[in-house]
């Protein structure tokens, strides 16, 4: 079982995997909103797309 991960650590995490993702300028993201824009970058949406959908 992982580690559990501070707040600060798992926002760190996906900021992480938002800019792998493709998904830039995240750092003003919420939590929410980037879990969100991760998840529709998953499904196939465009990053760019994805981030201004989480963030609406």
């Given at each position: 079982?992982?580690a ?14 938002a ?26 949406m ?11």
């Amino acid at each position: 079982m992982e580690a559990e991960m501070t707040g600060r650590e798992q926002l760190h995490d996906l900021r992480q995997r938002a800019h792998n993702a493709g998904i830039e300028g995240n750092s003003k993201m919420t939590e929410s909103q980037l879990k969100d824009a991760l998840k529709r970058a998953e499904k196939g949406m465009s990053p760019q797309a994805a981030k201004q959908q989480a963030k609406r």
